[in-house]
């Protein structure tokens, strides 16, 4: 099975800062990489597939980046309603995992 | 407006046995994949079971392979996840999520998520 890492585990930062999550797969995965943010009481929702590509309708402060194993979320400008908690999921084959997520709170 | 509603959770004693169901509208369910996500009180996310669009393929994580089965319906639109053997450790919001086809970007990724069912497992 491939094993997601995510760091760090948790990040508390202000509104407008910059915040960055990496994700670290344990063999390579291409692209096949996504990026979900969840809230308390809600389902996840998908930000990024394919490792760099923005899902509909989600706000373009959303990035990311990375291949093989190492791979980057960035929160450009982060707003109020970024708050929750971050997880990559690799989509490279069975069975699919997920990272233990990273929760960003805001300052 | 797409939308997966999962029901049929609730409060089972170990040992017993409980069925999800996951009703999608809004998009045409026959062209999707769908896949049952976990989350213990708590916790993060598990992935548990996969279904292709035409049931021609399933497959199944390890902590549920043998106690769990996934089915679907195209007709009614709905999947199924039949739990038997419950333990306290499948305590755990069940979440259903659809996964694009080859021709629709986003394949092999959830882009629409249930509102999660509850399923407690407890004496």
């Known amino acids: 099975d491939i094993q997601m890492t995510q760091s760090p585990s948790s990040v508390s930062a202000s509104v407008g800062d910059t915040v960055t999550i990496t994700c670290r797969a344990s063999?390579?995965?291409?692209?096949?990489l996504g990026w979900y943010q969840q809230k308390p009481g809600k389902a996840p929702k998908l930000l990024i597939y394919?490792?760099?590509d923005l899902q509909s309708g989600v706000p373009s402060r959303f990035s990311g980046s990375g291949s093989g194993t190492d791979f980057t979320l960035t929160i450009s400008s982060l707003q109020p309603e970024d708050f929750g908690t971050y997880y990559c999921q690799q989509a490279n084959g069975f069975p699919i995992t997920f990272g233990p997520g990273t929760k960003v709170d805001i300052k | 407006e797409v939308q997966l509603v999962e029901s049929g959770g609730g409060l089972v004693q170990p040992g017993g046995s409980l069925r999800l169901s996951c009703s999608a509208s809004?998009?045409?369910?026959?062209?999707?994949?769908i896949h049952w996500v976990r989350q213990a009180p708590g916790k993060g996310l598990e992935w548990i079971s996969f279904?292709?669009?035409?049931?021609?393929?399933?497959y199944y994580g390890d902590s549920v392979k043998g106690r769990f089965s996934i089915s679907r319906d195209n007709a009614r639109n709905s999947v199924f996840l039949q739990m038997k053997s419950l333990r306290v450790e499948d305590t755990a919001v069940y979440y259903c999520a659809r996964e694009p086809p080859v021709a629709v970007s986003a394949t092999g990724f959830f882009d629409s998520w249930g509102q999660g069912a509850l399923v407690t497992v407890s004496s």
């Open positions: 279904i292709s669009s035409t049931d021609s393929i399933r």
């Open positions: 394919g490792a760099s």
């Open positions: 063999q390579g995965i291409t692209t096949w």
């Open positions: 809004g998009f045409t369910f026959s062209n999707y994949a």
